[in-house]
T-cell receptor, first 117, second 113 residues
């Protein structure tokens, strides 16, 4: 079974703090993603990575950065946390190659509920 | 960015009733996926669709990839209390090898025993 783990289920930080959210997958997947989930807005893509050290902006990258130094690990960084970054953060991974080039399932971690005070 | 329109936004039904939800897009999609998210957890894949017109079942769930490739629906028959959660559609419009998906806004389902 694919397993995607996230470093914390719940996190409380103060405005201005630097926040690190870690995600690890154990299936040797090439692609990894960070989303934030807010009521009524669904899942919005923050950043994604399709290879080690490769990253691309998603739909809402402002205020965030990412790091992918190893294939299994994808980190989301809030450089200076703000209250409007209070949200549920979801990490996902997928592989491109099992379906002859068709997008394969994204597997999600359990999420980190971040509160910024 | 691209968006999917998912409806309805929420449903409150009686146990045993059938449920139907759908997603539409202005763009053609190559893949449609349906996920369910239980409270406090990450989304889990229910059904994946890879061909226009494809109709796939998973237990009491049935999903179809629309023939125009711009829509998909998910049906749940004879709902039970554990069907409660948020259902998301997701589609791939041909993002290359990045595996990037577009997600709908979600349908929140509540089932009254």
């Amino acid at each position: 079974d694919v397993k995607v783990t996230q470093s914390s289920r719940y996190l409380v930080k103060r405005t201005g703090e630097k926040v690190f959210l870690e995600c690890v997958q154990d299936m040797d997947h090439e692609n990894m993603f960070w989303y934030r989930q807010d009521p009524g807005l669904g899942l919005r893509l923050i950043y994604f990575s399709y290879d080690v050290k490769m990253k691309e902006k998603g739909d809402i990258p402002e205020g965030y950065s990412v790091s992918r130094e190893k294939k299994e690990r994808f980190s989301l960084i809030l450089e200076s946390a703000s209250t409007n970054q209070t949200s549920m953060y979801l990490c996902a991974s997928s592989t491109y190659y099992t379906r002859g080039g068709l997008t394969d399932t994204q597997y999600f971690g359990p999420g980190t509920r971040l509160t910024v005070l | 960015g691209q968006q999917l329109n998912q409806s309805p936004q929420s449903m409150f039904i009686q146990e045993g009733e059938d449920v139907s939800m759908n997603c539409t897009s202005s763009s053609i999609f190559n893949t449609w996926l349906w996920y369910k998210q239980d409270p406090g957890e990450g989304p889990v894949l229910l059904i994946a669709l890879y061909k226009a017109g494809e109709l796939t079942s998973n237990g009491r769930l049935t999903a179809q990839f629309g023939i125009t490739r711009k829509d998909s629906f998910l049906n749940i028959s004879a709902s039970i209390p554990s069907d409660v959660g948020i259902y998301f559609c997701a589609g791939d419009y041909g993002s290359g090898n990045t595996g990037k998906l577009i997600f709908g806004q979600g349908t929140t389902l509540q089932v009254k025993p």
